[in-house]
């Protein structure tokens, strides 16, 4: 493995290249490679592609995390919503702890970055090649996240009867979010990514955690399976009807607003409290930086359906629209 340099110190701890286990060092050199978004390479792993220390970080989860009945799981491939998904199951399942949600000034959301309320495995607790994390001690219903594959996911997720939302998005905007996403992260001294070759792999599947097309599918395919242990969301359906759909996960998660709470105005405040303009505007999420090492500013940039049109050429937007009707049409699926 390379040699950290000066300009890997910038890079965010859960993207360096160097301190990978030696277990994944040798599956490293078995797997196929490509040129990384920001690392210098992606490995493929289970059919889909891995930052190596993302990789280290699944296989420890595989090898490590005990699913238990009650837990709960968000899914999302990378710019899909997922901060504002934590921030709403956070809210939801934790709402009779932190009561009152429309005055409550010491909800955790008001000082804490969703990412750090609900931890990711691969980038968060399993990301130490030397630590395993005592998951035992974290009261129920324990809430991660995660964008592992459904394929990837550890065994005794399947096993369980453990929840997993999974959210996706229209993936011109995934891709677009995605790219704006990686050139903050590159540093000064590291050229930026142009929006030509990051579309170019993209498309061919070639990104961290992607082909997002396969991801989506896995899960799509699971939910319509067993509907009790998947739930499937669309960012833009949520944003277009966030009050019918933080209910519909409430429902999922077996913690339903009654009548009382939704006229007491429960489910408006957490959609309140959660909302891009609030989240986005909070001092801790302009200032400070989540636990792995990323200013928390960059998980909020627009928050709105469509930026591709400012972004994508003619030719672009046709060419991935063919590529998700080929891929998920006759699935039923489309964006
Ligand atoms: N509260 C809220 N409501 C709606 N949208 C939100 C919210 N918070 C973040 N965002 C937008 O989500 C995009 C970031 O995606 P993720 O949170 O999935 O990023 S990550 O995978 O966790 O790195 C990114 O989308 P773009 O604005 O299109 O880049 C964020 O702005």
Not at 85 to 104: D, G
Not at 277 to 304: A, I, M, P
Request: glycine letters at 4%.
């Amino acid at each position: 493995m390379e040699k950290l340099s000066d300009e890997n110190t910038l890079v965010p701890k859960y993207l360096q290249e160097y301190d990978i286990s030696e277990e994944c060092k040798e599956l490293l050199t078995t797997l196929p490679s490509e040129k990384g978004w920001i690392t210098k390479h992606l490995y493929q792993y289970q059919g889909f592609w891995f930052a190596p220390k993302g990789l280290q970080g699944a296989l420890s989860c595989q090898k490590h995390f005990q699913a238990l009945d009650t837990d709960i799981l968000l899914v999302t491939s990378p710019k899909s919503g997922t901060t504002w998904l934590k921030a709403l199951s956070f809210a939801l399942i934790n709402r009779n702890k932190y009561p009152n949600i429309h005055s409550n000034s010491n909800h955790p959301l008001l000082t804490t970055n969703p990412h750090n309320l609900v931890p990711f495995w691969e980038t968060g607790l399993y990301y130490n090649k030397d630590f395993v994390p005592d998951l035992k001690t974290i009261s129920p219903p324990r809430i991660f996240s995660t964008h592992l594959s459904y394929e990837s996911l550890p065994k005794s997720v399947k096993d369980s009867t453990c929840k997993v939302v999974y959210l996706c998005r229209d993936p011109k905007d995934v891709f677009v979010s995605f790219w704006h996403f990686i050139n903050k992260l590159k540093t000064k001294s590291s050229e930026t990514l142009s929006l030509e070759e990051a579309f170019e792999s993209f498309c061919r599947g070639v990104c961290p955690f992607g082909p997002f097309w396969e991801h989506v599918l896995g899960y799509w395919k699971k939910s319509l399976e067993s509907s009790k242990k998947v739930m499937f969301l669309k960012y833009e359906e949520m944003k277009m009807k966030p009050y019918f759909y933080l209910k519909e996960i409430a429902k999922f998660l077996e913690c339903p607003f009654s009548q009382e709470e939704e006229s007491k105005g429960v489910v408006d405040g957490i959609l309140n409290l959660c909302s891009f303009d609030k989240l986005s505007n909070l001092e801790v999420n302009k200032t400070e930086k989540v636990s792995f090492n990323v200013e928390n500013k960059y998980f909020f940039r627009l928050g709105q359906i469509g930026d591709w049109k400012n972004h994508l050429t003619t030719e672009m937007i046709e060419h991935i629209n063919s590529i998700t009707k080929q891929k998920l049409a006759n699935h039923g699926l489309s964006f």
